[in-house]
């Protein structure tokens, strides 16, 4: 009875499948996720979500084909031309990577095959390609959130931003320094490190010594969990607003609760931390299929693989109808509401998260909708 | 020296200590069996895993640490069984290619066993001490002590045990040693596990400090890499006390300059090196090079 409440329920808020009708064969949609390599978690996560709005389709109308792109470019190449093998499918699902996004655009305009993705690169649907679908809030709405949080609400006049050198780190330091910019506020120090760095002691403490009342992490999990933990043992009594790895069970987990007090961080959703609504119940359906704690990147896969449900519901059969039907539908989603902004960015909303300091589980502390003005 | 300076001194010396240990097993292996193990950081990085899965059966800190040496000796071995043992009479290359394989299988093996998420291992102890402005957290203070045992355990092996001599006597020249009856492919062997048992030791203090990721290996294995290079081939304990300069230098330079900057100029550094003297700082002890 649980199950079937659940299900309902679940069904009820994607809105994924009214009206369709099962068919003979299921549609084979490639899934190309590095589920090894230095970006498994995220890839792993990209998979389960994959699968589990595959479970929900349900009556076999869609299956997923999960490809390992690893982290090279090359390979994942490689991975989308083996996937066109046996003819184009009406859609597939990228991978997370930016670089491996980048080099698989040219491809999939070469083929006129929409590519589905959770990249946050900004370049990506700033190349006038009318085949990537991006669902993943890109760093011009997350970084927003970033800024808006921390001046607006934290009250911080004197930030400092530590970032990754690598690509990802580049351009949400790029768009968080331009949000700051635009609420009147210049950061007192900045600086990038490279995802190797073992100590960020210098960093930190060359951020104090600037003035910095706030600090502003741009880094990936690992970094970010050394971060926190090395501010909280130099005795830093500032506030935190980290990026999104910071809103990921696993990183919280690195730490102990009392270093998460004050510890804040953006992110497109944050599933694990919803305590009601559509967002609890796929957390819930999450956690019983795949044994562990859902993150954003889980959740926007499972609403792109939805959105592409719904697209073939409502009679897309070939590339150019669900590229057409991506380009004109609004998919109301167990994240957001999802619709292009004409270049193929889907989503628009992004939330903070917040740790109190007596657990590992955070809360929504503040939830932004159309960040970059896309109705 | 102002606080910060001090803090960071301590901070690069812990970080020391595992590159150090690290170093020193990758140095042990080179010097008794000829043998570049590029497994040797992913043997770091599994032992670190398995005190991690240690964590998880409420082993604490210290049992979860002495399961990663031992998970790490095995692993030298399986290494020594698998990539040097029967390909050491081929090409030298042969051997490494094996071990690099080895090492992606570890990778692998360890993303589909653990996921990608970083994870840190039980704690030996938590919390930790200030003295003045400085912290210094039970784990590196427990980083430092363990390094210098096995240092001076490793000098004391080599310089003064009967073992050590004929290891140091099997890397001199093998075939004349093999002909005065010392065992030279069980020397070699035992290097292997020694070495593994180093790197396990490093893996466990290096992820309770700074979390694991099952592609870490690489990071290490250049660093070891690094260092027995600008110490001299083979040259055990100078390639340690390059490995926590490395540290240092990691630390330290980061503070001067900053971290990307402090970076490059460590591997500008070892490459103007190189260039001035290829056989490094203290010479080749052993005449062979990858």
Redesign the interface.
């Known amino acids: 009875m649980r199950k079937l409440t659940l299900w309902t329920v679940c069904v009820l808020s994607t809105g994924f499948f009214t009206g369709f009708a099962a068919s003979a064969e299921p549609v084979t949609v490639p899934v190309l996720a590095p ?10 996560a990209q998979r389960n979500g994959a699968l589990l709005a595959v479970d929900h389709a349900g009556d076999g109308i869609i299956k997923a084909d999960v490809q390992d792109t690893t982290t090279a470019p090359a390979v994942a190449v490689s991975v989308f031309r083996r996937a066109l093998r046996d003819g184009l499918p009406p859609a597939m699902l990228g991978p997370i990577l930016g670089s491996q996004m980048l080099a698989l655009l040219p491809l999939a305009d070469a083929e006129g095959v929409p590519v589905l993705t959770i990249s946050g690169t900004a370049k990506l649907t700033a190349m006038g390609s009318p085949n990537i679908f991006r669902f993943f809030p890109g760093d011009v709405v997350v970084k927003a959130a970033h800024a808006r949080y921390a001046v607006e609400d934290l009250r911080i006049k004197t930030p400092a931003i530590i970032f990754q ?1 690598t690509a990802y780190g580049q351009s949400g330091h790029a768009e968080l320094v331009a949000n700051l910019k635009k609420l009147g506020v210049t950061p007192v120090y900045e ?4 995802p ?8 930190l ?2 951020a104090r010594a600037a003035g910095a009342d706030g600090l502003l992490l741009h880094l990936h ?2 970094p970010t ?2 971060a926190v933990r090395q501010a909280f ?3 830093m009594d500032l506030p935190i607003i980290a990026g999104s790895a910071m809103h ?1 069970p ?2 919280a987990a ?1 730490l ?1 609760p009392a270093m998460l007090k004050g510890v804040c961080a953006e992110s497109g959703s944050a599933p694990a931390a919803e305590i009601d609504g559509p967002g609890k119940t796929f957390a819930d359906a999450y956690r019983a299929r795949f044994n ?1 704690e859902p993150d954003a990147f889980a959740l926007a896969e499972y609403d792109a693989m939805g959105m592409l449900a719904a697209a073939l519901k409502s009679g897309a059969k070939n590339p150019a109808d669900v590229r057409k039907a991506l380009a004109d539908m609004r998919y109301k989603g167990v994240a957001m509401t999802y619709r292009t902004n004409g270049r193929g960015d889907m989503a628009h909303d992004a939330v903070i998260v917040c740790y109190d300091g007596a657990s590992h589980r955070a809360r929504i502390t503040k939830r932004y909708q159309s960040l970059d003005g896309v109705q | 020296m102002d606080a ?1 300076s001090l ?2 001194l301590f ?2 010396l812990a ?1 020391g200590a595992g590159y150090g240990l690290l170093a020193l097993g990758f140095a042990l292996a080179i010097r008794s069996a000829g043998a570049i193990n590029f497994a040797h950081g992913d043997v770091a990085v599994a032992a670190a895993y398995v005190a991690v899965a240690g964590g998880a059966l409420d082993l604490g800190g210290p049992a979860a640490a002495g399961l990663a040496i031992a998970a790490g000796a095995i692993l030298g071995l399986s290494v020594a069984g698998l990539s040097w043992a029967p390909l050491r009479n081929r090409p030298i290359e042969a051997t490494f290619i094996a071990a690099i394989a080895i090492g992606i299988v570890l ?2 093996a360890l ?2 066993s653990f ?6 291992p039980a704690q030996i102890a ?1 919390g ?1 001490v200030h003295i003045g402005a400085v ?1 210094m ?1 039970w784990q590196a203070l427990i980083s430092l002590a363990a390094a210098a045992i096995a240092f001076m355990a490793v000098w004391a092996v080599l310089a003064k045990s009967q073992t050590g001599r004929r290891m140091r006597a099997a890397a001199e020249d093998p075939e004349i040693a093999a002909a005065h009856g010392i065992p030279v492919i069980r020397l070699a062997i035992l290097a292997f596990a020694v070495a593994g048992a180093l790197a396990g030791l490093a893996g466990v203090l ?1 992820a309770a ?3 694991a ?3 870490a290996g690489a ?1 290490y294995i250049l660093k070891a890499y690094v260092a027995a290079t600008a110490a001299g081939w083979g040259r055990i304990l100078p390639t340690a006390a390059a490995a926590i300069a490395i ?1 240092l230098f ?3 330079g ?2 001067l300059v ?3 900057v402090a ?1 490059a100029l460590l591997y500008a550094g070892f490459v103007a090196l190189l260039s001035f003297r290829p056989q490094g700082l203290g010479g080749e002890a052993k005449g062979k090079r990858a």
């Open positions: 589920i090894t390599g230095f970006l498994a978690l995220e890839g792993g050198t600086e990038g490190v490279p190797s760095a073992k100590d960020l002691t210098s960093a403490a060359k999990g690992g969990a050394l043992e130099l005795g990921q696993t990183t690195l102990d562990q | 910060l803090q960071l901070n690069g970080l990778q692998n993303t589909a996921g990608g998420a970083p994870q840190a938590s930790g912290f957290s290096l400090q700074h979390y990721t099952p592609g990071d540290a990691e630390t330290v980061a503070a900053s971290h990307a970076e």
